[in-house]
């Protein structure tokens, strides 16, 4: 397993931007797949996006294309969520994720290490 830090949540007004850090424990950092979740209260975590070993491929869920960005610099063990045009309905708990071969992006039980997740508020 590999530990995962989750950083860059705070409160911010609707329209505004986050950026989401998860430094990896990890010599090996380029041999995971890496991705972000969300657990807003009273529902379930739910998938956000996830970025290849390499960095040259990503997915997202639908309610975040073209406002979220998963990017990854191998060499600083990082993986980065980059947040645009939040709305209100983007808070959660977002928690980083990591696993060599995930069978399945979109579902949690895919993903063996887990952050402690970091708060995103986004006011209106």
């Known amino acids: 397993q590999v530990q995962l830090v989750e950083s860059g949540g705070g409160l911010v007004q609707a329209g505004g931007s986050l950026r989401l850090s998860c430094a990896a424990s990890?010599?090996?950092?380029?041999?995971?797949?890496m991705g972000w979740f969300r657990q807003a209260p009273g529902k379930e975590r739910e998938f956000v996006a996830a970025?290849?070993?390499?960095?040259?491929?990503?997915q997202y869920t639908d309610s975040v294309k073209g406002r979220f960005t998963i990017s990854r610099d191998n060499a600083k063990n990082t993986v980065y969520l980059q947040m645009n045009s939040l709305k209100p309905e983007d808070t959660a708990v977002y928690y980083c994720?990591?696993?060599?071969?995930?069978?399945?992006?979109?579902?949690?039980?895919?993903?063996?290490?887990w952050g402690q997740g970091t708060q995103v508020t986004v006011s209106s």
């Open positions: 994720a990591a696993d060599p071969s995930p069978w399945n992006y979109y579902s949690d039980y895919s993903w063996g290490s």
């Open positions: 990890t010599r090996t950092f380029s041999s995971y797949h």
């Open positions: 970025i290849n070993r390499s960095g040259i491929s990503t």
